[in-house]
């Protein structure tokens, strides 16, 4: 695809007034990616490859990030933190444009905004040392009198981004519909689940959901025309609906009658609640979520879709294409395997090596018969599968966990058989996965005193080793973990066989 820098005269006098820029027609753009771990990023990135950007992916953590097949020699992977301006100097100052899709919504408390901002402002100041002369932005739609505090955050930041030396581009989106969004696994939760539906009065609230596909449209198709240099624009599918009516249309499509009645009782930390625990969410996401819900959040007319050609997909059309997607087990990206979805803090590098003093192990080992099957096996841990033996005792420890206020199974897996570093697996964080060497270290995050791994490692003489690790925290840390050791005896013994192929009776 080649990208054309469209001159109109008078939107470049004014453009080159406030950003005094030298305009060229490069094919080529090289293109900053932040978030590229994230929901938008990780689809974003295959499409600015393809189209023959040169792209840098900035990412906190780079032992988490899965590199594209045939990316090699265009793609450069860059870890920085916007929190801290000293890893930001290692930003080329030679890039073109700039995706900002940087957004702190699951964090704990109010202290997102605070964050976000800050975030914001360390990447302006920055960037004043870069020729970057386009910075796109993904936000949220923020029409309404009175906005959720999220929302307002989201606000603030284009503001602050505004002030850059660089011509913004804003893209400002709703509810976003797309196998493995957050939006399109709580409605799958909700009417998959529940035949009945008892529910707060902000199901009433109007929305204008949109496709991920029609999303990552237009944010390829903004790229480099100076016709959207300093503009915003709210992106919406054609319909608009109230999240009641989104949640009996998912019921058709999915051949399901549900009942769904609303009262106006139920609070908004009841709602959260509820939301939390028949849903996968996290509770500091069901409470951002809950209080978005209650704005509506509809988008001014505009006509990019038609400038750009984007053909908009409604609300039944995004739903069966995310089916479409689940069912090929193309799921390119979850809001799931988001890093605070879980209980896990610092990056995947600080858990990796697994302590040895003053902990407790779990060790346990057996020879297998076909190393290929055992691996197999290993790769398809959690989600459906289960976890080989003992699943009722599984699923009632993640009932226990969602009720201590922890993630949980329900947040399954990604796919069925494939396993990256940086993925949730039920109240898990995948660490390392190394198939070729059969490796794969898991971290818990599920709420407990204490931390723990568990490892499978399958050696060249074709011994699969099965460690589960507990460093405790204090007094409570090693009196949980005696209270579980005699479930250890048959739970952890059953899943090895299982793993290793024999009968577990």
Aim: one cysteine or more; glycine letters at 8%; aromatic letters at 10%.
């Amino acid at each position: 695809m080649k990208v054309v820098w469209i001159h109109q005269q008078t939107s470049r006098l004014a453009c080159e007034a406030k950003h005094k820029w030298t305009f060229i027609c490069p094919d080529i753009l090289k293109i900053l990616l932040t978030g590229a771990t994230g929901y938008i990023g990780k689809r974003l990135l295959p499409q600015l490859l393809e189209a023959g950007h040169d792209v840098i992916c900035g990412v906190r953590d780079k032992n988490r990030f899965v590199r594209p097949s045939g990316s090699q020699g265009r793609m450069q992977v860059l870890e920085m933190d916007v929190l801290d301006p000293e890893s930001l100097r290692a930003i080329p100052a030679d890039i073109d444009v700039v995706y900002y899709l940087i957004h702190s919504m699951t964090t704990s408390g109010n202290s997102f905004s605070d964050l976000e901002a800050r975030s914001a402002r360390n990447m302006v100041e920055r960037l004043k040392d870069t020729r970057v002369r386009q910075v796109i932005y993904l936000s949220g739609i923020v029409n309404a009198g009175e906005l959720s505090a999220h929302l307002s955050s989201r606000q603030q930041v284009e503001t602050i981004l505004g002030e850059g030396t660089f011509a913004l581009t804003t893209l400002r989106a709703g509810i976003i519909i797309g196998s493995g969004s957050a939006s399109f696994e709580i409605m799958r939760d909700l009417v998959e689940k529940l035949p009945v539906m008892i529910t707060p009065r902000w199901l009433e609230t109007r929305s204008q959901p949109v496709a991920v596909r029609n999303v990552l449209q237009f944010l390829t198709g903004v790229l480099g025309r100076e016709d959207t240099f300093d503009q915003g624009y709210d992106i919406g599918g054609p319909d608009i609906m109230t999240y009641k009516e989104m949640l009996l249309a998912f019921g058709r499509i999915r051949g399901l009658k549900r009942i769904i009645r609303t009262i106006p009782v139920m609070t908004p930390r009841l709602s959260s609640y509820w939301l939390y625990f028949v849903t996968a969410t996290s509770y500091p996401l069901a409470v951002h979520l809950v209080n978005s819900m209650k704005v509506e959040v509809i988008g001014r007319p505009n006509d990019l879709a038609n400038r750009l050609g984007i053909r908009l997909l409604n609300f039944e059309e995004a739903i069966r294409l995310a089916f479409v997607r689940i069912e090929q087990n193309e799921f390119i990206s979850s809001w799931k395997d988001a890093m605070a979805s879980g209980q896990m803090e610092g990056r995947i590098g600080d858990f990796i090596q697994v302590p040895v003093n003053g902990c407790f192990k779990d060790y346990r080992s057996t020879a297998v018969d076909n190393r290929e099957m055992a691996i197999e096996r290993i790769w398809a841990l959690g989600g459906a599968r289960g976890w080989y033996y003992g699943n009722f005792l599984w699923r009632l420890r993640g009932y226990l966990d969602k009720l201590n206020g922890g993630v949980g199974l329900r947040r399954g897996r990604t796919h069925p058989t494939e396993i990256h570093a940086g993925d949730a697996l039920d109240f898990w964080r995948v660490l390392v996965a190394d198939k070729a060497a059969g490796r794969l270290l898991l971290f818990a995050e599920m709420k407990m005193p204490g931390e723990a791994w568990l490892e499978f490692r399958l050696d060249e003489q074709n011994v699969l080793h099965q460690s589960a690790t507990f460093r405790p925290r204090g007094i409570w840390g090693r009196l949980y973990w005696y209270a579980v050791t005699p479930f250890h005896a048959f739970v952890f013994e059953g899943m090895l066989k299982g793993l290793a192929g024999r009968r577990v009776r």
